[in-house]
């Protein structure tokens, strides 16, 4: 029979990569099965773990937050101020954090790319793209977007005559390429008129459609399916 | 987009600097180091008491890290380990309590997402979810690129020489990073268990 196998080697068999001879010899090797399957205790946990990270709501911050500056949350626990936050829309755009959130997330299948920059009150620069945002919900009136360049940034604003209120939700403005089989989070949409900046890498030729969601409290980091309002960008 | 390996670069010498701020007490620091990790935190919590009973947790989590934060010791370990280690006692607290009170919850909504939840955690026990939380830490105690590779190697299934391919790192290398990490992970594991019994 051949020597034992080291301790390095014992972990990678149990990773499943192992040579042809290190398998022979574990499988014939009481000793080296028993250490194998101490080391597969730790891989079987890791792969029922999974990746984990997830967005959460925002009421969770703003409850975290009135805690921590001494003044009781809205209605005590946490669960009890989601329900206060169902008319979510003004709500969910003010804690700038989650729009960088999802970048934290391991295996998140999005990546979040823009901060909201919220309402400008800045002066705009020259608009260099537009795009018509057809409604696609009887609820909602239609709308437009455009791309504006100010101080070597490019800002995409998203201009609607009103927010319909979300249960439980918030709407999510994206960029989709040409089949939507890709698709960027740009942020969370709270009041009209709002800009987001958009990351210098990408390509509103690639991106080049404008698509508003309504997604729910849900962690799913995924388009809900729900759109509201879709548009193509054209440069002006 | 490419996004097989949920590329997200961690940045070590930013998070030790956004540790020591939140050490000091910097009031910015709290939303930042939540920016951070509190999708982590609510994700890990999510999946061991359910998506309802994580927003509790998770606010918990941020008040008392925030509360006791003169005693973390950047020196002793990166922020995102001792957040995952506070995670743990408020999860384990929770399955106490629980277990006190055999709580069920009556709202049906509430209901629906902890069951929504289940699957995920295919029925852990508080002890393997307690494990999974010790693993966890360690995870974020190690560092880059072993943190990575670990989150390539198993969460997204990549083989050893792809992960080497993906970071450029000697083959040798990331499986040299791979079994020493599971022999930290190894003893980690054996030691909580010894403390227990």
């Given at each position: ?10 972990a990678?068999?149990?990773t ?16 080296c ?5 101490s080391?597969?205790q730790?891989?079987?946990?890791l ?8 967005h ?6 703003e409850?975290i937050?009135?805690?921590v500056?001494g ?7 946490a ?12 709500q969910?755009?003010?804690?700038l ?7 934290a ?8 790319m823009a901060?909201s920059?919220?309402s ?14 057809d ?14 360049e100010r ?5 995409l ?24 089989s ?5 942020g ?8 987001f ?11 080049g ?17 729900e ?10 | ?15 030790a600097?956004l540790g020591?701020?939140f ?5 910015a ?18 999946k061991?008491?359910?998506r ?10 941020f ?8 005693r ?9 380990a001792w957040?995952?280690g506070i995670t ?5 607290d929770?399955?106490?309590r ?7 919850p009556?709202?049906?909504d509430?209901l ?8 995920a955690?295919?029925?852990?026990t508080?002890?393997?979810?307690d ?8 995870l ?11 989150v ?7 083989t050893?020489?792809q ?8 083959l ?19 030691g ?6």
């Amino acid at each position: 029979m051949s020597t034992h196998l080291d301790v390095d080697d014992l972990a990678l068999v149990a990773t499943g990569e192992a040579s042809e001879v290190q398998r022979e010899h574990v499988d014939a090797c009481a000793q080296c099965r028993t250490e194998v399957g101490s080391f597969e205790q730790v891989t079987e946990l890791l792969a029922l773990g999974g990746p984990v990270s997830a967005h959460p709501p925002a009421h969770v911050w703003e409850a975290i937050q009135a805690e921590v500056d001494g003044t009781p949350a809205p209605a005590g626990s946490a669960w009890e101020s989601r329900r206060r936050h169902r008319e979510v829309g003004r709500q969910a755009g003010r804690s700038l954090g989650w729009k960088l959130l999802g970048a934290a997330a391991v295996g998140a299948g999005a990546m979040w790319m823009a901060v909201s920059l919220g309402s400008a009150d800045e002066p705009t620069g020259p608009v260099v793209a537009t795009a018509d945002l057809d409604a696609l919900e009887s609820s909602v009136e239609p709308a437009s977007a455009e791309v504006v360049e100010r101080d070597g940034r490019r800002l995409l604003r998203v201009d609607t005559s009103s927010l319909p209120e979300v249960q439980d939700g918030y709407l999510q403005v994206w960029l989709l390429n040409g089949d939507a089989s890709g698709m960027v989070t740009v942020g969370a949409l709270s009041r009209s008129g709002e800009e987001f900046e958009l990351p210098e890498g990408l390509s509103t030729n690639t991106f080049g459609t404008v698509d508003v969601s309504v997604e729910h409290y849900d962690g799913n980091p995924a388009h809900s399916g729900e759109s509201l309002w879709r548009g193509a960008i054209t440069s002006t | 987009m490419t996004n097989r390996s949920g590329r997200v670069e961690v940045d070590d010498a930013a998070d030790a600097q956004l540790g020591a701020s939140f050490a000091s007490g910097e009031a910015a620091a709290l939303s930042e180091v939540y920016e951070r990790w509190g999708g982590l935190v609510y994700g890990l919590a999510s999946k061991a008491v359910g998506r309802s009973d994580a927003d509790d947790v998770t606010q918990q989590v941020f008040v008392s890290a925030w509360q006791s934060r003169h005693r973390y010791r950047p020196e002793e370990a990166p922020l995102g380990a001792w957040l995952v280690g506070i995670t743990r006692h408020r999860i384990a607290d929770h399955f106490g309590r629980r277990h006190r009170t055999h709580e069920v919850p009556s709202d049906p909504d509430v209901l629906r997402a902890n069951l929504g939840e289940r699957p995920a955690t295919n029925g852990l026990t508080a002890e393997r979810v307690d494990q999974l939380l010790v693993l966890w830490e360690e995870l974020e105690r190690i560092g880059d690129p072993q943190r990575r590779i670990m989150v390539l190697a198993f969460f997204e299934d990549m083989t050893h020489a792809q992960i080497a391919e993906e970071l450029s790192l000697p083959l040798g290398t990331v499986k040299s990073y791979i079994s020493r990490t599971l022999r930290r992970m190894r003893s980690r594991l054996e030691g909580e268990h010894e403390h227990a019994s």
